[in-house]
């Protein structure tokens, strides 16, 4: 993306450099990476970023617009609806692939977007041990908006923490040690002293919640919730029990609330109109399937990590569909493969920036961004078994 950038990066690029790079994090953590790391950061123009900036503050129009939560009232699944959405998304994240457009130019288009967390803290330590690693000029940054490593860490302590105690606040997963992951979860507890919690170790006594700190009974204020409802679906009787404290009308805050989980997710997509983000439609609004089906992707509303995805829809596909209302159909975008890489098969990129929206502020903030690269049919490990430069990275931006 910056050619100059890529040119130096490849030509000083080690196997040495970066396993030494995957000896720092195990050293740091050990056991704890559990998913691919690439072997090279993504680069990216000041022309390109505020494309995506651009969409990213489309977006937060919507969002912040006073009827949104009555839009979005039917994204939440009954089932899942949980207590206490009174306030605002404290996260918000937007993932951007690097698209090429009709007149051949590279543009963003958003994928995906989700009112959820992400590894927040892992992507700071990423970027510190990266930076050291392949000794990257001083003037890039992987910040966005005049953010730096001490301002993005109070930030993330002020929205997270706020004004309780690190201990009153708690990352809330379901078997956090288990969870791939769970390098992010480290990282936020050496970064802001907040423990992982199972949903299984949670204590409810009335409308007060406990959890067990240094053997004491300790009562938790707020909750960085990490517990996805698909994964909680799947678990025993015996753990979604335990998990029911989550449907009570409890005394903590949310950090972000799980329904912002659905309202701001794929059911979001239809009610954009941008350049940067390909046409969509719920299912139940086409009246005509389009005769061009090879340039659409089908996708449920309710699913993450892209499973129930269809890439290759058919007009079967679509009639056998018996919840239309439940799934989306959206224009297909074209990634492009323009991170040149040592074995001639360049990498597609994918970019997720990340809003963080402190209690209090009009509207939130870009601050950060994690990417991952591809050289698959999709982003993710299953479509790049035994490839090389793929996997989870970082954008570098040059500082204005």
Known sequence: MIPAYRQWFNKNFTEEKYHSLLNQFEKQHPGALDFRIAETPVFIDEGFKNKMLAACESIVDVVTNPNFKSETERAIPTTWRVPGDDGEPHF???????????????????????????????????????????HLPGELTSYLNGFDAHTYKELL???????????????????????????DFVYTQELLGIQPVCVTEIIQ?????????????????????????DELEQQSDEV????????????????????????????????????????TSFLSD?????????NYVLKPLFSFAGQGVIIDVTKADIENITDPQNWILQRKVEYAAVIPTPDNEPSKAEIRIFYFWKDGEAR???????ARLSKGKMIGTRYNKDKTWVGGSICYFEQA
């Open 92 to 134: 918000i994240a937007f993932d951007f692939g690097i698209c090429i457009n009709k007149d051949k130019e590279l543009e963003p288009q958003l994928i995906e977007m989700q009112g959820f967390a992400t590894l927040f803290a892992y992507q700071c330590a990423s970027d510190k041990l990266i930076r050291e690693t392949f």
């Open 157 to 183: 302590r002020d929205i997270m923490v706020a004004d309780c105690k690190p201990e009153e606040t708690i990352l809330l997963e379901i078997f956090p040690h288990k969870q791939k992951t769970r390098i």
């Open 205 to 229: 006594e009335g409308r007060e919640l406990f959890y067990m700190r240094n053997e004491r009974k300790t009562k938790i204020r707020r909750i960085f919730n990490r517990v996805i409802f």
């Open 240 to 279: 979604k029990a335990k998990a029911a404290f989550f449907f009570n009308d409890v005394d903590v805050t949310w950090v972000t609330h799980p329904n912002w989980f659905y309202r701001i997710s794929k059911f979001t997509l239809p009610y954009i109109q941008h350049d940067y983000v390909p046409a």
């Open 286 to 294: 086409i009246k005509t399937i389009p005769g061009d089906l090879e």
């Open 364 to 370: 939130p903030v870009a601050a950060h961004n994690l």
